[in-house]
């Protein structure tokens, strides 16, 4: 009998990926025999962790922190959307070749658009934060046409090279969180920042907020982040990063397998468990 295919998240720290847990349920939905394993690589190990999965004969890798631009670099070749964030979160392995690319973004769209039932198209959107996780996700927004994707960062230098870098693809400019006080309101709010992992709330006016806004925090865990719970104060509608974590996975397993799980299924099992205290 052919042994599973092989597939694994590779990160450091690993032990909290959600990864291998989503993976097998799409795996058990689909009927697909394959395993999916957490891989630790050591901080200066990255490279030949990959090289030694695939010499094992792994079909296919997740990456996530702090790994990300390495998988970028050790590419043969990137799609379109993995070249515009700059950092790859799906690797496929085909022969000598290792083939790139980056599925937050699509994940974050899936989730705004078809979970949340948010069209994007036409809408003003509020990326927070310039880093990683906001590059990622800008092509994708502009593909959907937004009127105006504007970004805004503690440091500001860094939102304006970001638009410099998209404003071919669409309405994208820069502004100062001062000056968000001015910019009327959003009908999305994005937060890429990492302030929520430190319970911080990036200094945004409450003005930006209306009860048909809807305040999506990338992050996500057992309780509301701080930017949801003041988004929620100001009449907002909120999300969390929970269904993008899935849908990212659902087009990973996509690319990988040619066939795509049902999410709802996932998520329902997945907050089930966050919610769930064990006292
Ligand atoms: P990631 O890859 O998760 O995006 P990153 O590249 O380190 O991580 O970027 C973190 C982002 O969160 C940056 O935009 C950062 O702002 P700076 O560029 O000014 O550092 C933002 N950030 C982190 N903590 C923040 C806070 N307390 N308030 C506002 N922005 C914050």
Not at 33 to 60: C, H, M, T, W
Not at 168 to 193: H, K, P, W
Request: charged share 20%; aromatic share 8%.
């Amino acid at each position: 009998m052919k042994a599973p295919d092989r597939y694994a998240v590779i990160g450091n720290p690993i032990t909290h990926s959600k990864s291998p847990e989503i993976h097998a349920y799409f795996a058990a939905q689909l009927k697909q025999d394959l395993i999916y394993e957490p891989l630790l690589a050591p901080l200066n190990g990255f490279v030949a962790s990959v090289r030694d999965f695939i010499a094992q004969g792994g079909k296919g890798m997740n990456v996530t922190v702090p790994f990300k631009l390495e998988a970028y670099a050790l590419a043969s070749k990137c799609t379109a959307r993995a070249r515009a964030a700059g950092a790859v979160n799906t690797l496929s392995f085909d022969g000598d070749a290792i083939l790139a690319d980056n599925t937050d973004g699509i994940g974050l769209i899936t989730d705004i658009m078809a979970n949340a039932g948010v069209a994007i198209n036409g809408k003003r959107i509020l990326l927070l934060g310039a880093g990683g996780a906001a590059r990622g996700v800008i092509l994708p927004l502009l593909e959907q046409q937004p009127s105006q994707l504007v970004i805004a960062n503690r440091t500001s230098t860094k939102a304006d090279q970001l638009v410099n870098q998209f404003d071919t693809e669409g309405a994208v400019v820069a502004r100062d969180f001062g000056g968000l006080d001015v910019e009327g309101t959003f009908d999305i709010v994005i937060n890429s920042t990492s302030a929520s992992m430190a319970a911080e709330l990036p200094p945004i006016p409450a003005s930006m907020f209306t009860k048909e806004t809807l305040a999506y925090d990338m992050m996500y865990g057992r309780e509301p982040t701080v930017f949801m719970r003041f988004s929620a104060q100001h009449g907002a509608q909120v999300r969390d990063g929970l269904g993008m974590l899935i849908e990212q996975a659902a087009e990973a397993f996509f690319i990988w397998r040619g066939i795509r799980p049902n999410t709802a299924a996932v998520f329902g099992e997945l907050r089930s468990k966050l919610v769930v205290t064990t006292s």
